[in-house]
């Protein structure tokens, strides 16, 4: 039971040791419950009763010093310092908390510089947010990667470039139901691996964010996870 944070922690285990898990959604956004069609008691018990098994998508970020995972995605940028400011908001849950957090960041918008190596492409970029998406939703069920199943095998990889406040705020109404993909200033893509670097001193560039916790600094590597991760659903998905 719990989070997206506490439900890392079993899902790493999980990974490592074969295991069999299964989700409460007591927390304050549940995306990786949402995505397994999880989305209160009534549906945990299903998922006990009706025994379910389904291989769920990860994604595996990589430090050079240690390794995580993530069950809905990991980037940088606006989606880590969202993050961290929804878990300095007390009470809200939900979309209302992450957008509230978004708006908050909005207030000193800001592009930074990385070095991206995807499939063996390197590239220079100015971005808002990079996410490497192994499932939908983020934010309390901000629809981020709509489509991060379409490629099987492969990790869906989101970015923003720089926008005005006011079209920030467009595009994120946008990204809440999914309709953001089309927005000019956004790219999604689907790769092997995907590792990030910062070319940018500031302190938000190089915090690294999966699953609504701090998981490490830049440099990061991320791939889909292939090491079985078994959990229990009430449907087939």
């Known amino acids: 039971c719990g989070g997206d944070g506490l439900q890392n922690i079993v899902a790493q285990q999980a990974v490592e040791t074969?295991?069999?898990?299964?989700?409460?959604?007591?927390g304050r956004g549940n995306d990786f419950a949402s995505s397994l069609k999880i989305n209160n008691?009534?549906?945990?018990?299903?998922?006990?009763?009706?025994?379910?098994?389904?291989?769920?998508r990860y994604a595996s970020v990589e430090f050079s010093n240690?390794?995580?995972?993530?069950?809905?995605?990991?980037?940088?940028?606006?989606?880590?310092?969202?993050?961290?400011?929804?878990?300095?908001?007390?009470?809200?849950?939900?979309?209302?908390?992450?957008?509230?957090?978004?708006?908050?960041?909005?207030?000193?918008l800001k592009c930074h510089s990385y070095q991206?190596?995807?499939?063996?492409?390197?590239?220079?970029?100015?971005?808002?947010i990079i996410a490497g998406a192994a499932t939908e939703y983020t934010g309390g069920g901000i629809f981020i990667a709509p489509l991060a199943?379409?490629?099987?095998?492969?990790?869906?990889?989101?970015?923003?470039s720089s926008v005005t406040r006011l079209s920030a705020i467009n595009l994120l109404n946008r990204a809440?139901?999914?309709?953001?993909?089309?927005?000019?200033?956004?790219?999604?893509?689907?790769f092997a691996q995907c590792e990030i670097d910062n070319q940018t001193a500031g302190s938000w560039a190089k915090l690294v964010y999966g699953d609504g916790e701090f998981l490490g600094e830049l440099p990061v590597k991320l791939t889909l996870g292939k090491r079985p991760l078994r959990v229990l659903t009430p449907t087939n998905i």
């Open 18 to 26: 074969g295991g069999l898990m299964t989700v409460l959604p007591l």
């Open 41 to 56: 008691a009534k549906d945990t018990v299903l998922a006990l009763k009706n025994g379910i098994i389904h291989h769920a």
């Open 66 to 108: 240690h390794s995580r995972i993530t069950l809905t995605c990991a980037g940088v940028g606006l989606l880590s310092e969202a993050a961290f400011r929804a878990s300095k908001i007390p009470f809200l849950h939900g979309r209302i908390l992450y957008t509230l957090a978004s708006l908050l960041c909005f207030i000193n």
């Open 116 to 128: 991206l190596n995807t499939d063996g492409k390197k590239t220079r970029q100015e971005n808002l």
């Open 149 to 160: 199943r379409q490629e099987p095998d492969l990790l869906n990889v989101l970015s923003a």
């Open 176 to 190: 809440i139901s999914g309709k953001h993909l089309s927005h000019p200033k956004v790219t999604n893509s689907y």
